[in-house]
C-alpha cells in the first residue's frame, strides 16, 4: 500500500475516495484511527460525491450480490472512470470476477495489482 500511496503522492496516480468513505471513516469508534485514516485522505485527487445516478448503480450492483457499502464503493468508482478499485477484501474480488462483464471498473487486491503493474 505504501508503494501505491507514493506513487499517488508523486502525482504518477491518482487516488480517488468518496462520500461513502468519508461516511465510512467518520464510523470508525477509535478516535485516533478516525484521525490517521482522515488525514492519509487529504492525499485523494477526486471525492466522488453520492449522485441519484450512483445510487441507482449501486442498486444494479447489489443485485449482482454484492453488499450494500460494497456497491456503493463500486458505482462511486464507475462514475469517476476509476481504471481499478483496490481492496483486500476477498468476498468483493471473489463477486467482481463472477461480474466482470457486468461492471465498468476493475477490481484487484493491491498486491497483486502492484506486482502485475510494476511488471
Known sequence: ????????????????SSAIVEEEV?????????Y???AMLKGTS????????TVARARE???????TYDALHLACAEQ????VLLTSDDDIIRTA???AERLKVRVANPL????EVSK
Open 46 to 53: 477526486l471525492t466522488v460525491a453520492l449522485t441519484d445516478t
Open 97 to 99: 470476477a463472477r461480474n
Open 26 to 34: 467518520n464510523r470508525i469508534p477509535n478516535t485516533e484511527r478516525r
Open 112 to 115: 497483486n495489482w502492484i506486482l
Open 61 to 67: 450492483i447489489t443485485a449482482l450480490g454484492f453488499r
Open 80 to 83: 469517476a472512470g476509476a481504471e
Open 36 to 38: 490517521r485514516i482522515k
Open 1 to 16: 500500500m505504501l508503494l501505491i500511496l507514493g506513487r499517488c503522492e508523486a502525482r504518477e496516480w491518482q487516488w480517488v
